[in-house]
């Protein structure tokens, strides 16, 4: 064979694998070229397939579902719609959350009972049948009691002794007093009542120490024989506020207005008009004399 025929033959062979024959070759380059177009239809196909399902599928809710342990300690209770409402006898409902069966209603509890509605047995024969109340010195003249006893004690030796004091002339020598201090009181028990002057001993010869005796038992204290020996001020608070309580008198606040209150009161029982003129000319002045030495 000579170098042209072997020529020839290698053109003839190169010629072959660049083109495709019968038998079903082709050239690598044109298959990359189609293998790349195929993808990109493949990925055309398969983005607008996912969006037709994202258009058509409904929108997914995310929830959130807590652990299997808190449902195991912390089961959740789902509200029972089909509770009734529970109905009274007469046919209407009743709420049972209603807001005023939060709160206790609060019910006024009964004040206590005053003169005007509690009886006892009178303690003195100046006394009535109310608590803390006296009869007038109308009722008393009347009756033939001019005459008002009450116990004293000496606080240094326990002497104890009864005092007599007169009512006409004890009860005008009151009536003064307030006539002329009642402007300057200003609702207020002045010194000569929150420390009165106390009577002398006799037996120990102590001066300014016999205490009225008051009893533990207020219903058995003697109202009028303090009042007219100015001697109220010897009295507790409480019991000073049993007085008020009983005829309906405002008994809050300091020891002298309490004090107050209960020598006006007192002396309004006495003389509940305000015109009882009924002492002598000689107590009148005596009454003046002791007044003008007192100023």
């Known amino acids: 064979m000579t170098l042209s025929s072997h020529t020839s033959n290698s053109k003839h062979n190169m010629e072959d694998f660049n083109h495709p024959n019968e038998e ?22 398969k983005s607008t397939g996912d969006e037709l399902l994202l258009s058509l599928s409904p929108p997914l809710i995310l929830t959130h579902s807590p652990p299997t342990s808190d449902l195991l300690f912390f089961p959740i209770f789902q509200p029972n719609h089909q509770n009734k409402v529970p109905q009274t006898h007469e046919g209407t409902s009743v709420h049972q959350h209603d807001d005023h069966s939060l709160h206790q209603t609060r019910h006024r509890r009964n004040g206590p009972r005053t003169a005007l509605d509690e009886i006892i047995s ?13 009869h007038t010195i109308k009722y008393l003249l009347d009756n033939n009691i001019p005459i008002i006893s009450g116990e004293v004690q000496c606080k240094r030796c326990a002497f104890r002794c009864n005092i007599e004091l007169d009512l006409q002339s004890k009860f005008w020598d009151i ?10 009181l200003y609702q207020r028990a002045p010194k000569e009542w929150t420390n009165p002057v106390l009577l002398d001993c006799k037996e120990c010869k102590q001066k300014n120490c016999m205490k009225p005796v008051i009893p533990s038992n207020l219903e058995s204290i003697n109202w009028l024989f303090l009042l007219l020996g100015s001697l109220l001020g010897c009295c507790n ?3 000073l506020k049993y007085f008020c309580m009983h005829n309906k008198q405002h008994r809050t606040g300091a020891k002298d207005r309490v004090l107050y209150t209960t020598y006006v009161t007192l002396y309004k029982q006495l003389d509940p008009e305000g015109n009882f003129v009924g002492c002598t000319i000689q107590h009148m002045l005596h009454s003046a004399s002791n007044s003008i030495q007192r100023v």
Do not use: C, H, M, Y
Not at 177 to 183: G, H, K, L, T, V
């Open 237 to 239: 608070l409480e019991q």
């Open 24 to 45: 079903g070759f082709s050239d690598p380059e044109e298959e990359e070229e189609e293998e790349e177009e195929e993808e990109e239809e493949d990925l055309n196909d």
């Open 175 to 184: 009536k003064v007093f307030i006539n002329r201090n009642i402007e300057r």
């Open 122 to 134: 009178p303690p003195f024969a100046w006394a009535t049948d109310r608590p803390a109340t006296v």
